[in-house]
């Protein structure tokens, strides 16, 4: 049944090999098969004059939230405020008039983002949420929802559904950028070319889980564990360190690379591994000079990257794991999924339980 297990020890690795599948589906949904272009239903506020716009969300859909952000000002140059919702709906924060608001969940009843819905709304904020559940509470009371197409997820640490919520951010914001004339229409090309090439990319990476269990093994003996990324790849460092407290009970960090001399670098030793996500492109040779503070610690560094990437890691890196080359836009979502495989992997050889982890819940509807 859709609701089984299948051949799979847990609900969590079923959901993990479901990525192709629902990135595929979920693009489906939002560009147009025969013209190749980002095909949106209409947006509750108008992207060529809206002012700001307020992310908000919980978890691991904050996260994704977070490379919305990215991609939405670096593609359609709108101003955009990101925070978890159980901040945001404290903080006051000035909401200009003609203002929209973009929410991320899977479930669509987390209390914390429910609550920073109605706080939007009712400072006249256009609602806009990316949301799995269509009768949930959420895409009801949004003016308009972008529904992901990730199907029911079980494991209560979303792998599957983040993956289908950065599909359709991706899609938001080069629809929003071509309405704005921030995008030209060969690179927009280029962009749709690049997703729709993912669920392909995804399944090959998957195909390739002897590397990731052979990393496990060790990541399953540490402590603690240091995650980098820059730009668009840091929210995915700070992901696959939630990812491995929640399912595996190893403590670890999600940090910027080029924030890491300000703090973390004073835990680096031996015993730390440092796992950076750095494909190639402009970022590239900033993280790689990074990493090379961290080796030159004694830091042991799991680089992942791709064939492009490679050499100048191998360099000073233990492990360099290269990973299909895609553009830089879309290297976020590729990326998410080593990340949740090798929490995945942890959590198996250290025997805890991966589907319902202690002291989680799947949908957190009190505050
Ligand atoms: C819980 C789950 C997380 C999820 C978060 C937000 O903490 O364990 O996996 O990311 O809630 O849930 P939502 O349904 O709003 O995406």
């Known amino acids: 049944a859709a609701t089984g297990k299948g051949n799979y020890r847990h609900f969590m690795e079923k959901e993990l090999h479901e990525h192709p599948v629902v990135i595929g589906e979920t693009l489906r949904q939002y560009i147009d098969s025969t013209t190749r272009r980002v095909a949106l239903p209409p947006l509750p506020f108008d992207p060529l004059v809206v002012p700001k716009l307020t992310i908000t969300a919980c978890g691991s859909a904050f996260l994704a939230g977070l ?43 987390t209390a914390d983002t429910m609550a920073a819905l109605r706080l939007l709304k009712g400072a006249g904020q256009s609602i806009l949420s990316v949301v799995n559940v269509d009768e949930s509470s959420m895409a009801r009371e949004s003016d308009t929802t972008l529904l992901t197409v990730a199907g029911p997820e079980i494991g209560v640490a ?9 599909s359709v951010l991706a899609c938001l914001a080069i629809g929003m950028a071509r309405a704005r004339g921030t995008i030209d229409a060969a690179r927009e090309a280029a962009l749709i070319a690049a997703l729709l090439e993912l669920p392909s990319d995804a399944a090959a990476l998957l195909d390739d889980n002897a590397t990731i269990q052979a990393l496990a093994v060790e990541v399953a003996e540490a402590r603690d564990v240091l995650f980098l990324g820059r730009g ?37 030793d031996p ?19 990074n990493l090379q503070e961290a080796a030159a610690r004694g830091g042991r560094i799991m680089a992942f990257t791709d064939a492009e990437g490679a050499p100048a890691l191998r360099r000073f890196a233990q492990h360099v794991i290269v990973l299909p080359t895609v553009d830089p836009f879309v290297a976020p979502i590729l990326h998410a999924i080593p990340v949740q495989l090798l929490a995945y992997h942890v959590a198996v050889l250290r025997g805890t339980d991966v589907d319902q982890p202690r002291n989680l819940a799947k949908s957190v509807t009190v505050e």
């Open 158 to 166: 979303s792998t599957k559904a983040f993956t289908a919520q950065l």
């Open 67 to 109: 490379v919305g952000r990215y991609w939405i000002e670096s593609l359609a140059r709108i101003p955009v405020d990101a925070d978890t919702a159980s901040e945001l709906r404290y903080r006051d924060p000035p909401l200009p008039e003609g203002g929209a608001a973009l929410l991320v969940s899977q479930s669509g009843e």
């Open 232 to 268: 668009n790849l840091y929210p995915i460092a700070m992901e696959g360190a939630l990812k491995l407290k929640e399912i595996s009970y190893i403590h670890a960090e999600g940090y910027a690379a080029g924030e890491m001399k300000h703090g973390p670098i004073a835990l680096i």
């Open 271 to 289: 015993a730390v591994p440092v796992i950076a996500l750095c494909p190639s492109g402009p970022l590239l040779e900033k993280t790689a000079s």
